[in-house]
């Protein structure tokens, strides 16, 4: 069921017990009933409304099927529109006051699409949701067009005897205008008047046919527009034989028409026929310009309305996906998975169940009521996802495009405002969604399972508390630009934004005027800089920013390293906290080598100069530099330095995530789930990093690295049968592709707890805690992990903690995992866990060099 919204408290609960009060109880063809009951999914009361003069008639509409209705040998139930009169005396419903404006049958044999939104416009027509009561089987998840099944003659598998039949209320939005009487008018402008080839064939309540599940609409008074969405059917992927996969599918509707379900979805891509005669025949596609309903379980016209393009859709594989046309003539759309090009990538793939919601307009709320959002959010349409805690966007529409059904200008990502989470103040599972008289965001949360009561199922608000003013010239920042360059630092005004600027370095020097600045302090140390930020209106203001000349990530290994050669030289502290091997920089891919031996000389020296070195050690450091391989072998490469740019190549595996932190950290959070880079495949390779365990006192992190796995994006279908993508959890979890077709390098450092201590080979060769190379809670950790052919060495803070070698025929520890044998890959990915929300752990200067 959906919510709305009050002025007066009284009627949603007691203000003084804050408890909620129960008006009225409905007998309702339910959900799951027991005992003769039938257990037809989704029905029951699934919308609710209040008359736009509410506070002075007490009206509520609701969308529902009466117990009373249903015919239990046809399996035939009534879906209704009712009126109630709230009596404000006696704070109740009376059902006496009960009027049935509308009702039409709905079968009940088989699940499901019951839809649910209910609005009123400013003209006082109510628009209705109306689901299109088909099961999802018998057409592989793609068009809903299997007629064949029914029960006692009535179709349960074909949309187009519902969505696609302009003589059935199903699946269609529906606008009427009530009267005080209790009956309805049709409001001008509807998609058909009833009377099309002489009356029998359309209903005139239709406004909008061909949706699915619709069950979110709402209506924006100020932009005199109905936004809605609705859920997809189930395919996982195109098929070049089918059309496209299921699409979630939203968009803003300013007139009558068809959206297309089930012959096209979003902007007009169609699916494939059936033979009328034998449905295991496939015939010809969909024309979307000109649509014919031929079903043989059709009652309305055959020649029906062309479909629309809809605004927004994604896909399980990602937002707005289009395809090229085929090279046969057809004009067809390939439908060949990879084929694509997103054209929305604020919308995620994965599993999905679209939710319509609100568009934020502050002139219809308190602006001064404490916890009205900010103008910022004026007139953005926001969108959620049941199943998808990763769709949660504000849409800026261009309303130049907004009759024709045009993408949106952009949308903004909602998830650091609304939470995932099951905590009492997070949102697990997005239902519905409206702005409330004093501006603040209520969101029904669905919680967990389907058809089901939940311990989490509640009503969450989302109120804005203030903040700093939205650029902020001290969001202004700094950063080196190299570990090796430590004096050098990059200045950034990106967050700050403006049009001009002014820096102050606060060393004395000479003040730049570029937006991003780079500065080369003379000495380590800590240092207050200013920039001067002048804004589009003319408005001056100064922020602060400290600079810290140093290394922020110091390399402590004990001795100078070269790449793999120990100098044996003692990696001393040679100031601003960075060490010798901080310097020496042999990480870095030089473009000869006597480039690299002049640097070192010059280290050396000043080194030598400042007593950090002795006459030994720096004669010892240029001749190892002469006779090393720099220069001459690649270097490592960054695939993390701390900014936001390269994490664009990552890509996050559900659950949880990894937040960039203005320290150049990236910290994780919620349940298990994996960072991977997605750009390269690396075959042998060197793989360092740096982590620190940030957990609560008294627990320690859970993470690892995962190397060696095949992409596990790769459509289940198109895995080899039989190899470990195609296992257990793996089959439905790009997480766990990695875990049971690559390896998990272990970094856990508990007492007690996970016995697998940091450097295990997960599942394959434990380390011990005595074996792991444990630090103290906190600190920072060097982390390289080797791959050549199948042996894997894993070397910590310059130590080699494990060596283990991958060959056939050795089994995990635990039982279900693959054996060694399917894990044989010699190139992979390589990604970082994410365990648990406790698990809190950092990483930071992630690079990656080919051996």
Known sequence: MGTFVVSDKSLAGDPKTKQVKLLTTLAVMGNRGSGSELVKNEEGLVGITLDPKFAQNGRVYVYWMPHESIDRDRRIGQRTVSRFTYDAVRQTIDQGTRRDLLHWDTQIHSCCHAGGGMTFDESGSLYIGSGDSNSSGGSNGYSGNNWTQDYKGVSFQDARRTSGNTNDLNGKILRIHPEPDGTYTIPQGNLFTGREEGGGKTRPEIYVMGVRNIARIAWDPVNDWLTAAWVGPDAGAPSPDLGPAKYETATIITSAGNQGWPYCMGNRQPYRDRSNTDATVLTG??????????????????????????????????????????????????????????????????????????????????????????????????????????????VTVDKSRVPSSGPPAFAEDLRSIIRSGNGATQLQSWMDAKFGPDGALYLLDYAGGFFSLHANQKLVRVAYTGGPATPNPNDAAARAVAQSSPKTIAFSSAKAGGVAWEWNFGDGSAPSREANPTHTYADYGTYQATVKVTYADGEVATGK?????????????????????????????????CTVNDLIDDERSWSNHGQFVSHVAQVVNELRADGVLDRGEAQTLQKAAAQSEMGKAAGYRAIFDGTAGPLADWRQAPGGSFALRPDGTIRSSGGLGMLWYAKQEFADFSLRMQFRDVSADGTYANSGAFIRFPDPRTPLADRPAGSCGTVGSARS????????????????????????????????????????????????????????????????????????????????????????????????????????????????????RSL
């Open 545 to 577: 920013v400290q600079v810290v000349v140093g290394c922020a990530a110091p390399d402590t290994r004990r001795t100078v390293r070269l790449l793999d050669t120990d100098t044996g030289v003692a990696n001393h502290v040679a100031g601003g906290n």
């Open 285 to 394: 596609w969909y024309d979307c310009d000109n649509l014919r309903n031929t079903s043989p379980r059709n009652t309305g016209l055959v020649d029906i309305p062309p479909a629309r393009d809809n605004m927004i859709w994604y896909s399980p594989q990602g937002g707005g996906p289009v395809f090229p046309k085929r090279t046969d003539g057809s004009n067809l759309p390939t439908y060949q998975l990879g084929d694509e090009t997103f054209t929305q990538r604020y919308l995620k793939g994965g599993g999905q169940a679209i939710m319509d919601g609100p568009t934020y307009q502050r002139e219809n709320v308190d602006v001064d009521s404490g916890v009205a959002w900010p103008e910022y959010w004026d007139d953005k349409w926001f969108i959620g996802d049941q199943s998808n805690a990763n769709n949660r966007i504000a």
């Open 733 to 848: 979890s790009q997480a766990w592709v990695a875990i049971y077709c690559g390896h998990e390098i272990q970094i856990y450092d508990g007492p007690t707890g996970e016995p697998q201590k940091t450097g295990s080979v997960y599942n394959f060769d434990p380390n011990s805690l005595d074996q792991a190379g444990a630090t103290p809670k906190g600190q920072w950790n060097d982390y390289e992990i080797r791959a050549v052919g199948q042996r894997y060495t894993i070397i910590r803070n310059g130590v080699v903690i494990n060596e283990f070698d991958n060959t056939p025929g050795k089994s995990s520890s635990r039982a279900s995992d693959p054996p060694t044998d399917l894990r044989q890959f010699l190139s992979g990915f390589v990604g970082l866990q994410n365990h648990g929300t406790n698990d809190l752990i950092e990483f930071r200067n992630v690079r990656v």
